[in-house]
Nanobody, 122 residues
């Protein structure tokens, strides 16, 4: 069994910064892509940023230059450094990871965390 647990969300003023963390635990053999998605009420979950096991990153246009995704493969943890926050960044942020477990080698599953709320106040 695998769990993704996010932390680091909260309330911040416009222009402020937050750092989200997401730690994966359980019967993990390997982790491929890890990423962050966000969702607001009534809207679909959308991609914020992803990072491969080799460190290649991609970002939504709306966060380029403001957010930085990184990971610590030894800790099975992915981070999202969020700077110059705007009210439109307010959302629940979900961690995602493509994981192969020790119980089912050769099969990759998509796992999600429960989300962490980020609120940017003006």
């Amino acid at each position: 069994q695998v769990q993704l647990v996010e932390s680091g969300g909260g309330l911040v003023q416009v222009g402020g910064s937050l750092r989200l963390s997401c730690a994966a635990s359980g019967s993990i053999f390997s982790i491929n892509v890890m990423g962050w998605y966000c969702q607001t009420p009534g809207k679909q979950r959308k991609l914020v940023a992803t990072i491969t096991s080799g460190g290649s990153t991609s970002y939504a246009d709306s966060v380029k230059g403001r957010f930085t995704i990184s990971r610590d493969n030894g800790k099975n943890t992915v981070y999202l450094e969020m700077n110059s926050l705007k009210p439109e960044d307010t959302a629940v942020y979900y961690c995602n990871a493509q994981i192969t477990t020790t119980q089912r080698m050769g099969v990759m599953y998509n796992y999600w965390g429960r989300g962490t709320q980020v609120t940017v106040s003006s």
